[in-house]
């Protein structure tokens, strides 16, 4: 367990060593940022001799490697402890003005906040508008408890236990990390089919859900590989990852790679048609007719070796989508099925839809697409459970 621990200048700022001992009497590896704030009320030196590690403040400084990426690279989760509340209303509004405020900016792995402060302020509305952002927004939280405060008077704005927050950072490790040993296949971005050597039948499919599906399966320790088309968006670096160009280049490498998967998710957006007949040298006629004809269907198709495995197709429609996703659950032998409109195309949010075998459609609201594709992980991970147990 590895905890990138943000230490803010908060009167409780000395609780921070406490909670770096407990941790690491729990085996965890604990590295610590300081804000400037931080260091009037702890020293580089306590926390330094405590962790084992040097201490971070400052983000320009002369090193290898970029220090907010890196250090959230390293960590499991950044739990940022106490909180002070200008730091919640930095994260809230998206402001990196330091090493930790920008640290919390890049962070792909799971937050923990533990605000400590007075009464007023925890009171405050604005403090209590940034919370409630954070936490919309996927930020964990310890919230303060009632107790005697630095004042002296009594209130709610107490550093809780860090036993409390101890069980909490493994609760959300544990989870965060719970497909250790799944394996999961997916497929994203859009394919294309010639038309001849220069113009393409494709559509507007940018890959950002696969992105976010391969980023997330990572987080979370699963094993992934991926079958990825044309993108317009920035895949994970380091991936396995084979790319593809057309409908039947996915099909051969699906065919490769499905019988290793323990599940498959099928977001990418593949050609339904393409053309009759594909011109070997470049089309100049004033006008000319294309004729398409229908694409094997590559879910239909590989899903006839299905086995226990998982499959999870998406489904874009612009009506009739409950029925249309219905009937392509079943055809398909899919297993849950995503769907949304033309809308959630290369947009960074959808407001999508899912619904499992026998199950209602839920809702799921407009969300990130890294929301999304951890909500389709949630639901993957259950079915597996559930399957695992029969
Ligand atoms: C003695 C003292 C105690 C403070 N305690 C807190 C606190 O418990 N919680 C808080 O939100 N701010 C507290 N503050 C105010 C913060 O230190 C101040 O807002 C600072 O700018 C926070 O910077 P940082 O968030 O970058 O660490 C305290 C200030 C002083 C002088």
Redesign the pocket.
Known sequence: MKVLLGV?????AYKALELARLLKRQGAEVRFVL????L?FVTPLSCQTLSGYEVYVDQFVLTTGIKHLTLCEWADILVVA?A????LG?AASGIGD?L?STSLLSCQKPVLFV????EG?WDNPIVKKNVAILKNNGFRFVDPVVGAL?SGKIGRGRFPSVAVIGKKIVSIIDKHRDLGGKKFLVTGGRTEEDIDPVRVVTNRSTGLMAAELIQAIFCRGGTVKAIVGEAACQLPDGMDITRVRTSAEMLDALKNDFSWCDCLIMAAAVGDYRPLDQSSIKIHDEKFELSLKKNIDLLKEITKEKGTRIVVGFSLETSDQLARAQHKMNKKNMDIVVFNTPAAIGAERAAVSMMKRNSEKEDLGDQTKWQIANRILDECILLMDSKACK
């Not at 804000?35 to 931080?38: H, I, K, L, V, Y």
Request: charged share 20%; no cysteine.
């Open positions: 803010t200048g908060s009167i409780a804000t400037r704030s931080a009037e106490p002070t509340a200008n730091i930095k330091d930790l605000p400590a402060m007075d302020m630095a």
